[in-house]
Structure formats: structure tokens, C-alpha cells
């Protein structure tokens, strides 16, 4: 089993929809885990950390399930900037990446 | 502020031959890691270090792969011989210590380089 394991979409969805998808982890006890976006052809830039309560930055919100070991990103009110693929990351004090799901926003 | 600076940004090379890469992480970041991100896939982290010295290179291919930081600022990595599957980017990214942050380490990707080996 993979360390991190993400849907790869893509997630087509139409400007003003919300969208979430989900991210499983196998360590159980891994403790810190982040969204990173990644635009198509640029580097990864970190978006948002992930706190055990859940935690909200505008339109976008995480979550933590530890019980069934995944992180969760919601998008509300899309817009067609969110088109990115998001990298799920878990740091066991070494960083494991996903291979991303692919949101595509369109108008 | 800077951010991390790599290059080449484009890389062309023939299978069998060697290349090398540069990366000058943000000032004031002691820790450096190089990843590889094949298309369709996340990064993988190839090296890390913490200041001059490596704390995971488990994941480099060592029969072709070396780098290194000797001043514990800018870095380099080199792969000879090429083959065909290191086509991929090559993504250095600083953070300001994970002795230091642990856990809540966030990482500063530089805009990579793009190596195609034919």
C-alpha cells in the first residue's frame, strides 16, 4: 500500500460548484499533514495545513479523519483559478507526497 | 524576499551522458531537498539535507545519482550516466530547519528543472 493514496480525478466541475475529494494515509500515526497546489508546469505552493479540528481559509476547507486515516479539501464557490491538480502531503518527519487530484474549473 | 533559485530550467541531454543541476535555496534555510517528479506523479523526495550533511538519501539511485552542499548553502545535483526514465522535473525545494519546525515543516519549491533524456 502506498504511503499516501489520492483519487487523480479529474474533477470537472462548473464555476460556483463545490468540490471535495480525499486523501488516505497508511501510517496511523502520522501527525501533520498539508494541501499543496500545483499549477500545471510550475512547483508545488503550499495552500493550507491540516489541523485535527478541520480548518477553514476563505472558500477552502480541510479535515482530518483519523479513525479511517484521510485528509479531505473542500472547495466551495469555485472558481476557474482553482484549476490546479492539489497535492496531498504527510509529514512523518519525512514529507510523502501524492500524485494529486486534478480539479478543472470550467465557466 | 527570493525565493529558491534552480537552473538550468530546461535540460536536453542523450541517454549515457551526464548533467548537472544547481540550487540556491532561500537565505537562511538550513534544510535542502531535491525531489523528482516523473509527469502524472507526485514528487518523490530523492536527498535531503540539513545544513552540509544528508539526513535521507534512501530513495537516490547512488550507482548514478550524487549531490551535494558542501557550504551548507547552494547544492547541486548530477546524474551520470542518464537514462532514458530520469526524463522528469527536478524540484529543489528550502525550508528553515525541520530540527527546528519538526512537524510542522512547510516546503518552498523552486520552479524546477525539466530534464528529457533522449
Known amino acids: 500500500r502506498k504511503e499516501v493514496e489520492q483519487d487523480p480525478g479529474p474533477f470537472n466541475v462548473p464555476e460556483g460548484a463545490t468540490v471535495a475529494f480525499n486523501c488516505t494515509y497508511s501510517n496511523s500515526a502520522s501527525q501533520s499533514f498539508f494541501w499543496y497546489r500545483q499549477d500545471c508546469r510550475k512547483e508545488p505552493k503550499l495552500l493550507m495545513s491540516v489541523y485535527s479540528s478541520g480548518n477553514e481559509d476563505g472558500r477552502f476547507t480541510a479535515q482530518l479523519n483519523r479513525a479511517s486515516q484521510y485528509i479531505s479539501l473542500l472547495i466551495r464557490d469555485s472558481k476557474l483559478s482553482d484549476s490546479a491538480t492539489y497535492l496531498c502531503v504527510v509529514n512523518d518527519y519525512k514529507l510523502s507526497f501524492g500524485a494529486g487530484t486534478t480539479v478543472t474549473v470550467r465557466a | 524576499e527570493a525565493g529558491v533559485a534552480q537552473s538550468p530550467r530546461y535540460k536536453i541531454i542523450e541517454k549515457r551522458q551526464s548533467v548537472a543541476f544547481w540550487c540556491n535555496p532561500i537565505?537562511?534555510?538550513?534544510?535542502l531537498y531535491w525531489y523528482q517528479q516523473i509527469l502524472g506523479q507526485g514528487p518523490k523526495l530523492l536527498i535531503q539535507f540539513q545544513n552540509n550533511g544528508v539526513v535521507d538519501d534512501s530513495q537516490l539511485p547512488k550507482d548514478r545519482f550524487s549531490a551535494e552542499r558542501l557550504k551548507g548553502v547552494d547544492s547541486t545535483l548530477k546524474i551520470q550516466p542518464a537514462k532514458l526514465e530520469d526524463s522528469a522535473v527536478y524540484l529543489c525545494a528550502s525550508s528553515l530547519d525541520i530540527l527546528l519546525t519538526g512537524l510542522n515543516e512547510k516546503l518552498f519549491f523552486g520552479s524546477g528543472t525539466q530534464l528529457s533524456v533522449l
Open positions: 537565505s537562511g534555510h538550513a534544510t
